[in-house]
């Protein structure tokens, strides 16, 4: 097992800010989810999407005055709030996160490749550190528990799922950018004959969808090696002799 190196301050500071980011989201999706249950109890179902759950929730019982008695439609408005202050949180961490990035020349450099914002950029550089700790963006890959695992019975080597191994919340961010370029691509002709493309013909979107996350990594190792903005030409698994 290859060991990341010492964090540098800044490094754990940024880990920090995504460690408490992930850990609002995550109540405000309970939250949300808590809210949507309760008000299916009632026979109330609203669209799908928290942006504006708190405000539709409001509004469905608004519609039907007093059917629902004032004891539940303060509790909704209590959890309302608090769902609203989650979100204010978020966006905080969020602003303070950005800041940071604007100033960190290996995140900058990561957000230039498709498919990988500011966020993912600042957890990714932060995360991975001293990038010379890997020996190939294939290393970087699995690292993060982007590789298929292998098992071999009777001789026959099987691929499975992913290991994931590693940071969960980084990893995610990874997939749902790479699923976002997928969505992309789907609407513009000059990529359907990409590799990207041919491979969400051939398998299950998700499948496509780890399988760029895990190519975005690997370019990302390569251009933090050698310190270059994102080419979509080619990238190596290993640096070459002369860097």
């Known amino acids: 097992m290859r060991f990341v ?14 460690r408490a980011r992930a850990g609002l989201v995550k109540s ?17 179902v609203l669209p799908q999407g928290i942006r504006l759950l708190g405000q539709r929730a409001i509004e469905a019982l608004s519609s039907r005055g007093s059917e629902h008695g004032e004891p539940f439609r303060a509790l909704i408005q209590m959890l309302v709030e608090h769902l609203r ?3 204010n949180k978020v966006a905080e961490l969020e602003g303070r996160i950005r ?12 957000e230039t490749i498709p498919g990988i914002g500011p966020l993912t950029a600042s957890a990714l ?14 290393e970087l890959a699995a690292w993060l528990g ?8 009777g001789g026959t080597p099987r691929l499975l799922g992913i290991s994931k191994r590693g940071d969960t919340a980084l990893r995610t961010l990874l997939i749902h950018g790479a ?25 299950h979107k998700n499948i496509a969808a780890v399988a760029l996350a ?10 933090l090696i050698r310190g270059q903005a994102y080419q979509a030409s080619h990238v190596p698994a290993r640096p070459s002799t002369t860097n």
Request: with cysteine.
């Open 5 to 18: 190196p010492v964090k540098t301050q800044a490094q754990q500071t940024m880990l920090s800010l995504h």
């Open 99 to 110: 800041a940071i990035h604007r100033t960190d020349a290996p995140g900058q450099l990561l």
């Open 85 to 87: 202050e989650l979100g």
């Open 125 to 138: 550089a932060a995360s991975i550190g001293d990038v010379r700790a890997f020996r190939s963006g294939r």
């Open 146 to 153: 982007l590789v298929p695992r292998q098992h071999s019975s």
């Open 214 to 223: 895990a190519k975005n990594a690997r370019t990302a190792w390569a251009m």
């Open 28 to 44: 405000r999706t309970a939250l949300a989810n808590q809210i949507r249950g309760l008000l299916g109890e009632f026979g109330i």
């Open 179 to 203: 699923r976002a370029v997928i969505r992309m691509a789907a609407t513009r002709p000059e990529m359907a004959d990409s590799w990207l493309m041919k491979l969400c013909r051939r398998r």
